[in-house]
């Protein structure tokens, strides 16, 4: 979640989305407001002893590198970097600094679409570290997760680039490739993904009837238009006569607090807790639904590691108005940032405040625990081939792994899963290709493994598949009369 100063609803997208990329004045919590909309002031009555006391420290440092530096240095990269270097030490991961023409390239990708890989990142322990895929995106579709740590683009490494500079580096023109080499938590070797950059629209909200008129509506993140979009197709299958809902936020990164606050007006009875926040002192504001109505169906919500910051606020107040969850414990971000725009065109953002459930738990690190648990089959798990590389009989390698649990999801049973390519996971490739009117050599080459990621992306998206959705569907049916 992030707010910006004197910034109202405002969505910011960039080629790859930063943490919680959306800026927003809070509504229904004066206090907050005031001090996110009043950053002059707050800056200037800020405690500046510790600035004070090392102001000749700097002033020296300066001078050195004017003075003595064998090479001239520009004065505002010193600046920048100054600063930059603040942001930098107090490690938090939701925290940066942009100069002039990074801010500049920011704001220009101000549009309803955008290009790039489709996935919100930020830097964790120095590291370029996936918070969620976008649904339907590139990033998706070859198969990157939450906690993936980019290690390298393009045979680049990330290494000591901050946010911005990194993803620039991911940041790219539509049809051309992004080579990523990853680290995944429990995989002992470096995975290499190749992901090809595309447009990735901003559509919000899509909907769905599903069997025994039972509604679905997926939220891919929470923009400026997702409430008007989210309400117009919610009354739309009420008026075709849904008898209960699922709301899908899995893989949502977040967005505008506006924005979930909006929604939960129309889900969540009147005077029911919504979150709270708490600023550095420890105040805490709270909001609740003030117009709201009590539905007459059962609302279930599905959750994921991909579910992030606003989503999460959306599941702690559903949670808390006694509506189940499904799926797995979610991302865990329970912080708020705002930004200071600097009169250079430069921009700070920072983390301000936490926020924290109804019930006053802080969900940071965390991440809210489903009600009913339900994990998907090991094969949603696999990256998709990397189609330039042949795989054949007697490799042992990450991508052989992957093979076989595509396979696996396909329905082609290989005696193992270890990465080792026996001789029944030649065996399973063969079927596959004999299924799919492909020359039947037993190997994976290019055109075998595109074959196979249409086909397992195809196997993905059918509902059947989902187990997640599955679980959902039954806890729902339940509480329905």
Excluded: C
Excluded at 341 to 369: C, E, Q, R, V, Y
């Amino acid at each position: 979640m992030y707010l910006r100063g004197r910034t109202v609803a405002l969505l910011i997208v960039f080629a790859v989305l930063l943490s919680s990329l959306t800026t927003a004045a809070v509504v229904g919590g004066s206090d907050l407001l005031s001090q996110v909309t009043g950053s002059n002031s707050a800056v200037s009555n800020a405690n500046t002893k510790g600035l004070d006391e090392n102001l000749g420290k700097l002033k020296q440092a300066y001078g050195l590198l004017k003075s003595q530096y064998i090479h001239n240095v520009d004065d505002q990269k010193l600046v920048d970097g100054a600063i930059r270097g603040m942001v930098q030490s107090i490690k938090d991961p939701y925290s940066s600094y942009m100069d002039k023409k990074t801010a500049n390239q920011f704001l220009s990708s101000l549009k309803s679409s955008f290009q790039g890989i489709g996935a919100e990142v930020s830097m964790k322990r120095g590291r370029v570290t996936i918070v969620s895929p976008f649904k339907n995106s590139p990033a998706e579709k070859a198969g990157l997760q939450p906690e993936d740590q980019i290690i390298k683009v393009n045979g680049t490494s990330l290494e000591g680039l901050d946010l911005n500079e990194a993803v620039s580096k991911i940041k790219g023109p539509k049809g051309s490739k992004a080579h990523l080499e990853i680290n995944r938590p429990g995989e002992s070797r470096t995975l290499k993904v190749t992901v090809v950059r595309d447009d990735i629209p901003i559509e919000t909200v899509q909907s769905k009837m599903l069997d025994d008129k039972v509604g679905r509506i997926d939220i891919s993140q929470f923009s400026e238009k997702t409430p008007d979009e989210f309400e117009d197709q919610l009354k739309s299958l009420e008026k075709k006569g849904m008898k209960g809902l699922v709301i899908d936020v899995r893989g949502n990164p977040g967005g505008l607090l506006p924005s979930v606050l909006e929604i939960s007006e129309d889900l969540l009875p009147k005077g029911k807790g919504v979150m709270m926040t708490e600023d550095k002192a420890g105040n805490r504001t709270k909001y609740v639904a003030k117009d709201g109505k009590k539905k007459k169906y059962p609302i279930v919500v599905l959750t994921d590691k991909g579910s992030a910051s606003a989503s999460e606020i959306l599941i702690g107040a559903m949670k808390a108005a006694g509506y189940p969850s499904v799926g797995v414990t979610s991302f865990g971000k329970g912080t708020v940032q705002t930004t200071h725009n600097f009169t250079d065109g430069s921009n700070m953002k920072l983390t301000m405040a936490k926020w924290l459930t109804p019930d006053g738990k802080w969900i940071h690190k965390k991440g809210i625990k489903p009600d009913v648990k339900a994990k998907l089959p090991a094969y949603f798990k696999a990256t998709i081939i990397n189609s330039d590389k042949t795989l054949k009989r007697d490799q042992n390698s990450t991508e052989v792994k992957n093979l076989q649990l595509v396979l696996e999801g396909l329905g082609y049973r290989a005696d193992r899963k270890d990465g080792y390519f026996s001789s029944q996971t030649e065996t399973a490739v063969k079927a596959f290709q004999k299924t799919h009117n492909l020359p039947v050599t037993g190997k994976v080459d290019k055109k075998t493994g595109t074959k196979l990621q249409e086909a397992f992306i195809k196997m993905l998206r059918k509902p059947d598949a989902d187990l997640q959705l599955r679980v959902g569907l039954e806890t729902l049916k339940k509480k329905i009369k």
